[in-house]
């Protein structure tokens, strides 16, 4: 599982991905923002959150 989100939107990715998985989520920073949109609004993302899977 993965999300791709802005600055704001950090904190919803990373609850939803411990609320799935119930385990802790890996944040990363994107290295292409500017292409990427953020899953919650029309902001560039800047970061991946995702599951150790």
């Known amino acids: 599982m993965e999300k791709k989100v802005c600055k704001e ?3 919803i990715a990373l609850d939803i991905i411990v609320d ?3 385990e802790y989520p890996l944040l990363e ?3 292409s923002s500017g292409q990427v949109k953020c899953e919650f609004c029309d902001a560039d993302a ?3 959150v995702s599951s150790k899977k």
Do not use: A, D
Request: charged share 25%.
């Open 9 to 11: 939107h950090v904190e």
């Open 20 to 22: 799935e998985t119930g």
């Open 29 to 31: 920073e994107l290295s």
């Open 46 to 48: 800047t970061y991946v």
